[in-house]
């Protein structure tokens, strides 16, 4: 992750530490102001910029927001929609209107079962998490082949890296295709030799990932294969 | 509880029976993390007590009936395990494990912030695997190092500690035979940040002096086991100590 390798002491917090005063500056995520105090809400990294306070949590379950790229797996079928898993506390719904395909009244098991996966776009979420899908969109499909690999949602960012470079090297290094879903699961599909070799590389990152060292890692692994 | 007059309970030298003084504490340690199959956990060792607690969720509340529009709610179930005491336990749900649960539920609820996530809910299981007299504060305590593994916002970690009288001497943490022959038990649950109360329960009589004084006791006792529940957390995720 960026921030963590700048050099800068990181500071673990737990909830109800106190952070600092909270003159001049504002409560972020994972904070609130108290007594004219921050006090940490959540166990993470400690981060500051312009003025705003906030912890990066090192565990969170993932909370949708509208635009969120998923990779879904449907939990029910009824004949006019689809109810999808997405790593959440709430199911998903998928109005077959938002599919990619004319989908008649009673023919929805025909296109996506119970089991199934598929690429999907968060349409809306309300404040009471009932959430739409939409997989009307450009590479938003049914996941055919390949494999998903479930990964903690605060790890995402180092997966992916500063403008997706990590998960490009990894694409490189494995020549496999990835895609890094919001939702905390990676879509990987290759032969099966890349796919264990990239299976391998982001369960590095799920085992040491709060540890800072993953980069080392696709580093140490691109050397192997530049000397081979 | 009366206290019984024969049961000696304090030495001559004005020690406890088991060597500690009166504002003593018995060993603590906790380790946060202990499941892999948990969202977040921790085990937590008080003297002969051990506590296992599990964290699961926020996770869509079932049957719906419970599902509050505006916040979630905590789902608690302490249990004791039938190998904890001496005498076997039988398994399941019985008065006093109902009660725990409630009273955990409740001080729980008062720390996190559960407006966060409405219509969920977040899953506590408490197990008791050994227990010698404290195991609701033990159980609490436990439940606050798991839920902050499991990444739950909260205001503070909740402490859970008693207090009590044995021989009319406010004493600090009661085992086992305190527990059973002493005249007062005051167990609480603490957040050592704000000095606030979660939960208060008073078993027998104490005067408002004692009273104080076993709160001062509780919130000394509090700040030593704030600072190992902090230390087991930092312990699990602080860089290259893994």
Same mark, same amino acid.
């Given at each position: 992750?960026?921030?963590?390798?700048?050099?800068?002491?990181?500071?673990?917090?737990?909830?109800?530490?106190?952070?600092?005063?909270?003159?001049?500056?504002?409560?972020?995520?994972?904070?609130?102001?108290?007594?004219?105090?921050?006090?940490?809400?959540?166990?993470?990294?400690?981060?500051?910029?312009?003025?705003?306070?906030?912890?990066?949590?090192?565990?969170?379950?993932?909370?949708?927001?509208?635009?969120?790229?998923?990779?879904?797996?449907?939990?029910?079928?009824?004949?006019?929609?689809?109810?999808?898993?997405?790593?959440?506390?709430f199911q998903?719904?998928?109005?077959?209107?938002?599919?990619?395909?004319?989908?008649?009244?009673?023919?929805?098991?025909?296109?996506?079962?119970?089991?199934?996966?598929?690429?999907?776009?968060?349409?809306?979420?309300?404040?009471a998490h009932n959430?739409?899908?939409?997989?009307?969109?450009?590479?938003?499909?049914?996941?055919?082949?390949?494999?998903?690999?479930?990964?903690?949602?605060?790890?995402?960012?180092?997966?992916?890296?500063?403008?997706?470079?990590?998960?490009?090297?990894?694409?490189?290094?494995?020549?496999?295709?990835?895609?890094?879903?919001?939702?905390?699961?990676?879509?990987?599909?290759?032969?099966?030799?890349?796919?264990?070799?990239?299976?391998?590389?982001?369960?590095?990152?799920?085992?040491?990932?709060?540890?800072?060292?993953?980069?080392?890692?696709?580093?140490?692994?691109?050397?192997?294969?530049?000397?081979? | 509880?009366? =206290?019984?007059?024969?049961?000696?309970?304090?030495?001559?030298?004005?020690?406890?029976?088991?060597?500690?003084?009166?504002?003593?504490?018995?060993?603590?340690?906790?380790?946060?993390?202990?499941?892999?199959?948990?969202? =977040?956990?921790?085990?937590?060792?008080?003297?002969?007590?051990?506590?296992?607690?599990?964290?699961?969720?926020?996770m869509e509340a079932h049957p719906r009936k419970i599902q509050r529009q505006?916040?979630?709610v905590?789902?608690?179930?302490?249990?004791?395990?039938?190998?904890?005491? =001496?005498?076997?336990?039988?398994?399941?749900?019985?008065?006093?494990?109902?009660?725990?649960?409630?009273?955990?539920?409740?001080?729980?609820?008062?720390?996190?912030?559960?407006?966060?996530?409405p219509r969920s809910k977040?899953?506590?299981?408490?197990?008791?695997?050994?227990?010698?007299?404290?195991?609701?504060?033990? =159980?609490?305590?436990?439940?606050?190092?798991?839920?902050?593994?499991?990444?739950?916002?909260?205001?503070?970690?909740?402490?859970?500690?008693?207090?009590?009288?044995?021989?009319?001497?406010?004493?600090?943490?009661?085992?086992?035979?305190?527990?059973?022959?002493?005249?007062?038990?005051?167990?609480?649950?603490?957040?050592?940040?704000?000095?606030?109360?979660?939960?208060?329960?008073?078993?027998?009589?104490?005067?408002?002096?004692?009273?104080?004084?076993?709160?001062?006791?509780?919130?000394?006792?509090?700040?030593?086991?704030?600072?190992?529940?902090?230390?087991?957390?930092?312990?699990?995720?602080?860089?290259?100590?893994?």
């Amino acid at each position: 992750m960026s921030e963590g390798q700048s050099g800068a002491e990181q500071r673990l917090v737990t909830p109800g530490m106190v952070i600092g005063p909270s003159t001049g500056k504002h409560a972020g995520s994972g904070a609130i102001a108290q007594n004219e105090e921050f006090i940490a809400t959540r166990l993470g990294w400690l981060n500051e910029q312009n003025d705003v306070v906030s912890v990066r949590p090192i565990n969170s379950a993932y909370m949708p927001r509208s635009g969120d790229l998923i990779v879904g797996v449907v939990a029910e079928v009824r004949n006019n929609l689809w109810f999808f898993d997405v790593n959440g506390p709430f199911q998903a719904l998928l109005p077959m209107s938002l599919a990619p395909w004319k989908v008649e009244f009673g023919s929805t098991r025909q296109h996506l079962g119970i089991g199934d996966a598929a690429l999907a776009r968060v349409q809306e979420v309300d404040e009471a998490h009932n959430m739409v899908l939409t997989m009307k969109g450009i590479g938003l499909r049914r996941l055919n082949e390949g494999c998903v690999i479930p990964i903690p949602v605060n790890l995402i960012d180092t997966l992916r890296g500063e403008n997706n470079t990590m998960v490009s090297r990894i694409r490189d290094l494995t020549d496999c295709r990835i895609i890094v879903a919001d939702n905390g699961r990676v879509w990987v599909h290759g032969d099966a030799d890349n796919m264990f070799t990239a299976r391998g590389l982001i369960q590095t990152l799920v085992d040491e990932g709060h540890m800072n060292n993953f980069e080392d890692a696709v580093h140490a692994l691109e050397q192997q294969r530049g000397e081979n | 509880m009366g =206290g019984y007059g024969d049961v000696k309970l304090l030495r001559d030298d004005g020690k406890r029976l088991d060597g500690r003084t009166v504002d003593e504490m018995r060993p603590v340690s906790i380790e946060a993390g202990v499941l892999p199959a948990a969202d =977040g956990s921790a085990m937590v060792t008080h003297g002969l007590n051990v506590a296992v607690a599990a964290v699961y969720g926020p996770m869509e509340a079932h049957p719906r009936k419970i599902q509050r529009q505006d916040r979630a709610v905590i789902d608690v179930r302490y249990n004791m395990a039938p190998f904890s005491t =001496g005498d076997r336990i039988r398994p399941g749900f019985n008065r006093r494990s109902r009660e725990i649960s409630k009273v955990t539920a409740e001080a729980l609820e008062s720390v996190v912030l559960v407006e966060r996530y409405p219509r969920s809910k977040i899953r506590v299981e408490i197990e008791i695997l050994a227990a010698e007299a404290g195991t609701r504060c033990v =159980g609490i305590t436990a439940a606050a190092v798991a839920l902050a593994d499991a990444g739950i916002p909260m205001r503070d970690m909740i402490v859970g500690v008693a207090s009590g009288k044995i021989e009319d001497t406010v004493v600090l943490d009661l085992d086992k035979a305190e527990d059973n022959y002493g005249q007062a038990d005051l167990p609480v649950g603490i957040l050592p940040n704000t000095g606030e109360i979660a939960f208060l329960q008073m078993d027998g009589d104490l005067s408002i002096e004692e009273f104080n004084l076993a709160m001062e006791y509780n919130f000394k006792a509090a700040s030593e086991i704030h600072e190992l529940m902090v230390d087991a957390l930092k312990r699990r995720y602080e860089r290259g100590d893994n």
